[in-house]
């Protein structure tokens, strides 16, 4: 079993920047996918970024492309995700998955596990 936990959010206002932190435990993720997803209130979850299992991938949503960079540390077993020239429309609650799997993935249905989330607010 995987446990996430996601770090950093908080409030910022619009053209600032955050950086996101996901933290594992329960076994090593060397070699699995990891992704972010994001939920904003009414709306449905939408993906924002994955990187592969060696981090040679990465694929990015199109409202976040240029500003947004995930990246990992499998010694830390930790992903993070850096958040540049925010916008209101970026506020929402930002979750941390796992998939047992190397290859990235777009599509939340592929992932094995999920952290709580951590809130990002932007203000205008």
């Known amino acids: 079993q995987v446990q996430l936990v996601e770090s950093g959010g908080g409030l910022v206002q619009a053209g600032g920047s955050l950086r996101l932190s996901c933290a594992a435990s329960?076994?090593?993720?060397?070699?699995?996918?990891m992704g972010w997803f994001r939920q904003a209130p009414g709306k449905e979850r939408e993906f924002v970024t994955t990187?592969?299992?060696?981090?040679?991938?990465?694929y990015y949503g199109d409202s976040v492309k240029g500003r947004f960079t995930i990246s990992r540390d499998d010694a830390k077993n930790s992903a993070y995700l850096q958040m540049n020239d925010l916008k209101p429309e970026d506020s929402a609650v930002y979750y941390c998955?796992?998939?047992?799997?190397?290859?990235?993935?777009?599509?939340?249905?592929?992932?094995?596990?999920w952290g709580q989330g951590t809130q990002v607010t932007v203000s205008s």
């Open positions: 990187i592969s299992g060696n981090g040679g991938r990465t």
């Open positions: 998955a796992v998939r047992n799997n190397f290859i990235a993935s777009t599509q939340e249905g592929m992932y094995n596990y």
């Open positions: 329960g076994r090593t993720l060397r070699n699995n996918a």
